[in-house]
Nanobody, 114 residues
Framework: QVQLVESGGGLVQAGGSLRLSCAAS????????MGWFRQAPGKEREFVAV??????SYADSVKGRFTISRDNAKNTVYLQMNSLKPEDTAVYYC?????????WGQGTQVTVSS
């Protein structure tokens, strides 16, 4: 059974930092590209960052502030978020993808106060 379990969300002031974690199980973690998406109230889900065997890439809105990393030994992907802004407020979802197969976590709320 595939599971993606996010943690680390919460309430933080603008300029602060949070580190999200996503623990994966039920599939061969190292073979999958792992990513983070987010969805703000009233908006569509949007891409944040992804990491695969050849490195990471980021949405322009978070480039230079967020860092994605993975630990294949722990089947975990992380998202370090620095210099947070109120517009970063959203539910953050972990995603795993390989050859058209995709899995989603249940999401973790991040709220940035001004």
């Amino acid at each position: 059974q595939v599971q993606l379990v996010e943690s680390g969300g919460g309430l933080v002031q603008a300029g602060g930092s949070l580190r999200l974690s996503c623990a994966a199980s039920g599939f061969t973690f190292s073979r999958y590209a792992m990513g983070w998406f987010r969805q703000a109230p009233g908006k569509e889900r949007e891409f944040v960052a992804v990491v695969s065997w050849n490195g990471g890439s980021y949405a322009d809105s978070v480039k230079g502030r967020f860092t994605i990393s993975r630990d294949n030994a722990k089947n975990t992907v992380y998202l370090q978020m620095n210099s947070l802004k109120p517009e970063d407020t959203a539910v953050y979802y972990c995603n795993a993808g390989l050859n058209g197969m995709t899995y989603w976590g249940q999401g973790t709320q991040v709220t940035v106060s001004s």
